[in-house]
């Protein structure tokens, strides 16, 4: 998981200096880059990184890979907001890291689940449709007290640990999706799903309580 988080960051890295060394007139419209090799070398990365890099910069229109020529400068700023981008890729990266905690603690739930858990689900399920009406912060919030009950019934203290370490950064990111993908604590995102979760965590079906986790995280990284 930790690998996986630093690759990421510095894909981002990568891309922030491509994009400043673009900013900077250093490469002319039509004209080749360097070859990845030579990348690499100058951005302190592996080529796999750079490849990674202009992948994201040719999403923007900004790159164009050319099968057997290389890549080419196609334009010098992207064709959407830069932030929003890395406010998105960030999002995903956090939806990435909830994959690997969050579908094996709805599956722990379901066959270590205890009526101390139940009732902490039905409550936390409760607060979080109350919380719609509360503003974002409110909801993300109850949203993440309802995961939370869900990764404490699996009754693995790693599990708990690596989550609880983890909230910080997973509260921030859902407030950006929030923000970036325009949704409203008021819409409830996803109701339907958290109260299916909480009902196959209770009837002690652990393979559609994994389903609906990971089908709930997918749909957060295209609403």
Not at 46 to 72: H, K, P
Not at 113 to 120: K, N
Not at 157 to 171: A, K
């Amino acid at each position: 998981m930790t690998s996986s988080i630093r690759r990421h960051l510095l894909t981002d890295q990568a891309a922030e200096l491509l994009r400043s060394r673009i900013d900077s007139g250093e490469w002319e419209i039509g004209a080749k880059l360097p070859g990845e090799t030579t990348l690499a070398a100058e951005l302190g990365v592996g080529r796999s990184t750079v490849r990674e890099a202009v992948r994201m910069l040719a999403g923007l229109g900004m790159l164009e890979s050319r099968q057997g020529a290389g890549v080419f400068l196609r334009r010098s700023s992207p064709r959407q907001d830069w932030d929003r981008v890395l406010r998105t890729e960030e999002i995903l990266h956090v939806v990435e890291v909830r994959n690997t905690v969050e579908i094996e603690a709805a599956r722990l739930a379901a066959t270590r689940r205890d009526e101390a858990d139940l009732q902490a689900l039905r409550r936390a399920l409760d607060a979080r449709s109350a919380a719609s009406g509360a503003g974002a912060a409110a909801f993300v919030d109850a949203d993440i007290a309802l995961h939370r009950a869900v990764v404490v019934a699996a009754h693995n203290p790693v599990l708990t640990e690596l989550f609880e370490t983890f909230v910080p950064r997973l509260r921030d990111a859902m407030l950006d999706l929030m923000d970036v993908w325009e949704m409203t604590a008021s819409s409830q995102p996803d109701a339907d799903a958290h109260r299916l979760l909480v009902e196959a965590i209770a009837d002690g079906d652990a393979a559609k309580a994994a389903r609906i986790s990971a089908e709930h995280l997918e749909r957060l990284r295209h609403p």
